[in-house]
């Protein structure tokens, strides 16, 4: 059976922000028959998986395309690989059938064909919405639970910052945060999201990091006792000013610094005096380092969903075609919580 | 009983890189009579050292000022305060005696009447010549050991790096290492501390840090397969450099940044893309949050001394006049080990 199949790629390497034209929809006609023994599972895409690092992997070199597979730099012409939830169409591996569905490393495109070594997985409960399994459930999920249990090590009553809280993996750490027991604040682009975060997320306070002149002043006024934890995922100046008002022996988990993904020249200059006389740490990390306290984090946030004491953020746009402008959109503030791209129907 | 002392003050807030003639020496009458019940202990000084952090507390402002005790700032015109060690010339207080050997926070000056509340421990052993108590025994090992031991985390075979190499910190640091199995290189300011480094401490290799024009190349070149560990001394262009050569999960100890405590328009803009990507952590501390490790720190290093497989770098200027230049020498290179005045004779 022949089956068409549209897929994205970078036409060249993206060294700036990305533009949607700098993406291309090709069409093939791919086969369904697999080849027996060859392991492989042909998957129909529908929930795609949107994230900011993608774009240090469209850069013609960056010191980051050596560190992970993850990290690996994209070919032009050649589909974009990333996380996502689909069901299975055609099987050559024992486990999965026709019918299931899997989360894993798919593609920007509407079937993929998942090869051996690939990390696929059948979703273990149907209890939630699909998507709920890129998101929440999935890698942004795992990064906030990964980075605020394990690097910023809270203690009740501690005094939490989280920037792009609005964002995929802001608005979970902010979630866990407090419902760990924590005081946080969160900064976003806009007054919508600063809204959202206080009325329906529960932050105890937000602002609009766009409406503010001297940062390193905002957060004295926002935290007049000091930051006891910054989760970071924008690096750049906000980052020289949380380590500014960082309390004695504060964490910083550094998750991403998307402010300096578009921009080589956005860089962070913190004071290292206060790094070493405030005993802080700045620690990096992947949310795969984290893949062995999967069953921790699912069990909590499962818990959490259930109870309805944690809110699955969602921002889907619908069509293969709304890939480019949903990854460029990243770089602009344009989505709320987490991005992603439904390429069919369930 | 009257005593001429003689004391060094700034004479006004230093805000660059200081020069001697930001000191004056002053001379004053003192008592040696106590009150009796004030717990007072007059201490007749006999070696002090002399320290980089000094400066920060000589600016009018700093964030470091108020992260500690020993970072309070300093009063213009009066007496600096300052780790060293000394004999117990008359006592108020119990279990000290007069002609007791004592280590502690004694002042730049040639007798110090410590108050109670006061660091001031009597001295445990007469084994090692008393300057050992201010340098290899005294805070700049525990610096060492501290920062080595429990940030660094090292693993047998593991590639470290250290700055300042041939400073009081630095090479206690390096030489901790070798002795522990790593493979250890430092970078000095000269060629004579190159070779010390290499010749005599025992490090695999060293560099002069001044003839290199891209340190990111250099620390390349010497490290083909990269830094596990950086123990930073100096902050600034060093540090960015280490950043971009640090293998995964590599871990920065940050003791000090001193390029950047004389020019505040020095600062590192390490590439936090790598710090994410690679997982670094990066992290202060001051040698007193390790002071409950003393006892292991002194076992060890006691240890390491008595067999001669640590070799103690001391450099030691002479009079309480000599103390202007001994400190802004610091910020020249001028020193190789660690740099103390001896105030008076044994
Ligand atoms: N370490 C890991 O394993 C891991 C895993 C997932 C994600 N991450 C990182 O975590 C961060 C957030 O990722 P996400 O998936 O949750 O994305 P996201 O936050 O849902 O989307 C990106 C958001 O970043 C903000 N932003 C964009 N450009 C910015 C700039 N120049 N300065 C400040 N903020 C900017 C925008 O929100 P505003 O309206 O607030 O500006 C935007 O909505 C990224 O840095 C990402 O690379 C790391
Ligand atoms: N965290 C703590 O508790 C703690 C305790 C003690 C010391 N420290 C810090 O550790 C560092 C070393 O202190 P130390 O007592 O061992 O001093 P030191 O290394 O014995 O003396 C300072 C040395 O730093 C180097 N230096 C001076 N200016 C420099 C510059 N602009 N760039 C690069 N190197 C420069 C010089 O050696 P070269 O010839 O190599 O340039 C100089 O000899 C300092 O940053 C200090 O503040 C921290």
């Given at each position: 059976m022949e089956i068409i199949n549209r897929s994205v790629a970078i036409k060249d390497h993206?060294?700036?922000a990305p533009e949607e034209s700098d993406f291309e929809l090709r069409t093939d006609?791919?086969?369904?028959?697999?080849?027996?023994?060859?392991?492989?599972?042909?998957?129909?895409?529908?929930?795609?998986?949107?994230?900011p690092y993608q774009l240090n992997r469209m850069k013609k070199y960056s010191s980051s395309h050596e560190t992970s597979n993850y990290a690996a730099p994209l070919v032009p012409g050649k589909t974009i690989d990333g996380y996502g939830v689909g069901r299975v169409v055609a099987s050559a591996k024992a486990g999965f059938e026709k019918g299931d569905l899997v989360a894993g490393v798919i593609?920007?495109?509407?079937?993929?064909?998942?090869?051996?070594?690939?990390?696929?997985?059948?979703?273990?409960?149907?209890?939630?919405?699909?998507?709920?399994?890129?998101?929440?459930?999935?890698?942004s999920g795992l990064t906030a639970y990964g980075g605020f249990y394990n690097l910023c090590k809270p203690k009740n009553g501690e005094k939490v910052f989280v920037?792009?809280?609005?964002?995929?993996?802001?608005?979970?750490?902010?979630?866990?945060?407090?419902?760990?027991?924590?005081?946080?604040?969160?900064?976003?682009?806009t007054k919508q999201k600063v809204e959202l975060l206080k009325n329906k997320l529960g932050f105890d306070d937000a602002f609009n990091y766009k409406e503010e002149s001297d940062l390193k002043s905002t957060l004295k006024r926002y935290f007049p006792d000091g930051i006891d934890i910054?989760?970071?995922n924008v690096g750049g100046e906000m980052l020289e000013a949380a380590v500014s008002n960082m309390n004695l022996f504060g964490r910083i988990a550094v998750c991403g610094?998307?402010?300096e993904y578009a921009d080589a020249k956005v860089r962070a200059s913190p004071n290292m005096l206060?790094?070493?006389?405030?005993?802080?740490?700045?620690?990096?990390?992947?949310?795969?380092?984290?893949?062995s306290q999967y069953a921790d984090f699912f069990a909590l946030t499962v818990g959490y969903l259930r109870s309805r004491k944690l809110h699955a953020?969602?921002?889907?746009?619908?069509?293969?075609?709304?890939?480019?402008?949903?990854?460029?959109?990243?770089?602009?503030?344009?989505?709320?919580?987490?991005k992603m791209v439904q390429v069919a129907e369930e």
């Open positions: 993206v060294e700036g006609v791919i086969t369904a028959e697999l080849t027996p023994g060859s392991n492989d599972v042909l998957v129909k895409n529908l929930y795609l998986s949107i994230d593609g920007w495109e509407e079937y993929t064909l998942v090869h051996e070594g690939t990390m696929l997985n059948k979703l273990s409960t149907t209890e939630f919405p699909l998507s709920y399994h890129v998101g929440i459930l999935g890698f920037s792009a809280a609005s964002g995929s993996v802001g608005n979970v750490v902010g979630q866990y945060a407090k419902l760990f027991g924590c005081y946080v604040i969160g900064c976003a682009g910054y989760f970071d610094v998307i402010s206060d790094v070493v006389y405030k005993r802080i740490t700045i620690q990096g990390f992947l949310a795969g380092d984290f893949i953020l969602e921002d889907i746009s619908i069509g293969i075609e709304s890939i480019p402008s949903a990854f460029a959109g990243l770089f602009h503030g344009d989505n709320i919580g987490k």
